[in-house]
């Protein structure tokens, strides 16, 4: 099949895309219009307010994002952004149904979206939202925007909350190419919600892009139609997926702007790249008790790599890049156990941005040595690894990559991740001993679409303790703000079948990075636990 120009509508006979939030004539508008607790709710969940209380001036400054909304009144005109409902003046938004674009607010090329305006104020809001000093916002109509052939004003990320809908495989291979190969073209990271029930609709389904499901809300499930990959990415939470995107977005926005100023050290080409950006994004989420990864798909059907936590995200930019301890060959499909003779990495949790290069008869293996300890005697670690390339620009196919962990003291293998149709694999280990660790990123060799890749892989090792002192009649319990999100339990009794755990609601004060609180002593028996 002949591919479609980029953003060329689908061939299916579904002519005009729609909001991600709902189908068109299911809910009210009213419904979206989120009071501010509602805002701050979700601002804690993703681990938001944590963050803004441990850093200076993170907020977006300098980083333009885009909005693409299609009209949600069938037939009208209502796809527009409000500036006055962002907090913002007009000129803060450009606006474009024609390759010309104005920053008039009003004008009469679309009017004002309920939709558009609650999606807008959770990425961007300048009291409510994520990201609230974005440079500059470029709101696109999406059946316009869906046939925009070139670039869209240097805005690294753009957010799309609505879904082309229902479509064969074939279409939606299509439709994927398209978004694939414009990422690719403009350096364009593209937020897409992944469509509310049934199966995730494009263009959530792209690979270069970030899918996103609502969790605990009414969401689309993988695995995709065309050839079973991993989508959604990852989940925020909220009612309906248009409103869980512009949380990823935002969170985008945050960490392009730490990475640019340096947060994530020096080498900020590297730390700002798109798939740096990804790969932090979908390793710093938290895994729900449901969560699991059936294999060979690195991510669960529904909430993709985990919920998003952006200050697990950026603390682990911060813990800064630390590229491969050695690198080699071996014949293809050849035994590739761990040397563990390079530099040793002692951060629990980083990055890199690196390049890997096979051959037609063999695999390149790039190995990253870890010592995977800390003061605690017996500790046990928690490992997320996330391994994230693209596919090319023009490629039908991506190259093969895969992930593989190992315990030095034996060269056991304690996990790994292969799906050959996903250009995404990650680990997730509970209960792993301290000690050191290999993990190889493999690059197969043969028939690939190019001998190099260059690829982003974040990491996170953590064990976290709960610290408990007596103060009087009280008790203070403290444990680390990262990584993030736990909760505290409490319950009288640790018999397995009598144990009952609920949450502590005392309120929590933060301190020199930690979590505080004070609950009084009773009379009887009471434990306490984090819980992840």
Not at 23 to 43: D, T
Not at 237 to 250: C, D, M, N
Not at 428 to 437: D, H, T, V, W
Request: with cysteine; glycine share 10%; proline share 5%.
């Amino acid at each position: 099949m002949s591919r479609l120009s980029p953003f060329e509508p689908c061939r299916n006979g579904y002519r005009r895309v729609r909001p991600a939030c709902a189908m068109l004539h299911a809910l009210s508008l009213i419904l979206f219009l989120f009071s501010a607790k509602s805002f701050a709710g979700v601002l804690d969940e993703i681990g938001a307010t944590l963050l803004f209380s441990i850093t200076t001036h993170l907020n977006g400054s300098g980083v333009r994002a885009a909005q693409v909304e299609t009209e949600f009144t069938a037939g009208g005109t209502d796809w527009e952004v409000s500036p006055p409902y962002l907090g913002r003046s007009p000129g803060y938004i450009t606006y474009y149904k024609s390759a010309l674009g104005t920053t008039n607010y009003p004008n009469g090329i679309g009017t004002e979206s309920g939709h558009a305006d609650a999606v807008a104020n959770l990425g961007f809001g300048l009291t409510s939202g994520v990201a609230t000093n974005l440079l500059h916002l470029d709101n696109y109509e999406a059946n316009y925007f869906v046939q925009f052939l070139s670039g869209i004003n240097g805005d690294p990320v753009v957010n799309q909350s609505y879904t082309y809908g229902t479509q064969t495989p074939a279409d939606q291979e299509t439709t994927d190419s398209s978004f694939d190969d414009f990422s690719q073209r403009y350096n364009t990271l593209f937020v897409s919600g992944a469509n509310n029930g049934g199966t995730v609709a494009a263009p959530a389904t792209s690979y270069n892009g970030i899918g996103v499901g609502a969790y605990q809300g009414n969401t689309a499930s993988g695995p995709t139609l065309d050839n079973g990959r991993a989508k959604p990415d990852l989940c925020a939470p909220a009612s309906e997926t248009s409103y869980s995107t512009p949380l990823v977005t935002g969170s985008a926005a945050l960490l392009l702007q730490a990475a640019v100023r340096g947060d994530g050290g020096a080498d900020t080409n590297s730390s700002a790249n798109l798939k740096t950006i990804k790969a932090l994004l979908l390793n710093g989420t938290v895994k729900p008790g449901s969560w699991s990864a059936p294999s060979p798909s690195p991510l669960d059907p529904v909430y993709g790599a985990g919920v998003l936590n952006v200050l697990n995200s950026y603390k682990q930019l911060t813990g800064g890049k630390h590229p491969y301890s050695s690198t080699r060959t071996v014949g293809t499909g050849a035994s590739h156990l761990p040397l563990g003779t390079g530099t040793v990495i002692s951060n629990l949790s980083g990055w890199d941005n690196n390049t890997i290069t096979s051959s037609t008869t063999k695999d390149a293996i790039n190995e990253y040595d870890f010592t995977v300890t800390n003061s605690i005697s017996n500790a046990t670690f928690t490992g997320t690894l996330t391994l994230v390339w693209n596919r090319q620009l023009n490629q039908t196919n991506i190259n093969h990559l895969n992930l593989y962990l190992y315990d030095l003291s034996n060269s056991q293998l304690v996990g790994a991740s292969s799906s050959a149709v996903d250009n995404v694999q990650m680990i997730y280990l509970r209960n792993l001993p301290a000690g050191k660790y290999a993990l190889e990123v493999l690059k197969a060799g043969g028939n690939t679409v190019s001998t190099s890749e260059t690829y982003a892989l974040a990491y996170e090792f953590f064990s976290t303790s709960l610290n408990l002192n007596r103060s009087g009649n009280s008790l203070v319990l403290s444990w680390p703000i990262y990584p993030a999100g736990f909760t505290l339990q409490t319950s009288t009794s640790l018999s397995r079948t009598n144990a009952s755990w609920s949450a502590v609601t005392n309120g929590v004060t933060l301190s020199n990075n930690m979590n505080r609180t004070v609950v009084s002593i009773g009379g009887g028996n009471q434990f306490f636990r984090l819980q992840r």
